[in-house]
């Protein structure tokens, strides 16, 4: 009941099961909020609950990971700001063709006072090599290698 609709969205449910969920989350008045609680504890009675524990960890445990992912980004990001391509160089996803121009960008924006855009576009950048570093780093091999 409590699970965002993202994290309820990557459960595996069965789609009565996921009614109920929906209906019973879709009731504001504490009655009556409480009454679909009950008609969802019995649903889930009749359904595998060590599988839906199962699938509720995981969920959680990839929301950790991207909280994570997701400050180490951030700071990142900003370390690369202030301190330009001399911070590139112990990036974990390595320095590839695109990463200076967007920390010029995105320098450049911050010295105008301009809306964040490049910085964004930086952001996007370090959480995706942050993911994938041994794609990043492929690429940047593939590029020294021709």
């Known amino acids: 009941m409590k699970l965002s609709l993202p994290a309820l969205g990557k459960l595996a449910?069965?789609?009565?099961?996921?009614?109920?969920?929906?209906r019973a989350r879709a009731i504001t008045s504490l009655v009556a909020r409480r009454r679909a609680e009950?008609?969802?504890?019995?649903?889930?009675?009749?359904h595998d609950l060590a599988a839906v524990d199962e699938q509720l960890s995981k969920v959680h445990e990839s929301e950790n990971?991207?909280?994570?992912?997701?400050?180490?980004?951030?700071?990142?990001?900003?370390?690369?700001?202030?301190?330009?391509?001399?911070?590139?160089?112990?990036f974990p996803g390595g320095a590839n063709e695109e990463l200076p121009r967007l920390v010029d960008a995105a320098?450049?924006?911050?010295?105008?006072?301009?809306?964040?855009?490049?910085?964004?576009a930086l952001f996007r950048h370090v959480i995706e090599a942050l993911r994938n570093p041994q794609t990043t780093l492929a690429e940047?091999?593939?590029d020294e290698d021709d």
């Open 13 to 22: 449910l069965d789609p009565e099961l996921r009614e109920v969920i929906d």
């Open 38 to 46: 009950r008609t969802l504890a019995g649903e889930l009675r009749r």
């Open 65 to 90: 990971t991207d909280t994570e992912l997701f400050h180490q980004a951030e700071q990142w990001r900003a370390r690369l700001i202030e301190q330009g391509m001399s911070a590139a160089a112990e």
């Open 107 to 120: 320098r450049q924006e911050r010295a105008s006072g301009r809306p964040p855009g490049a910085a964004r």
């Open 140 to 142: 940047t091999d593939d």
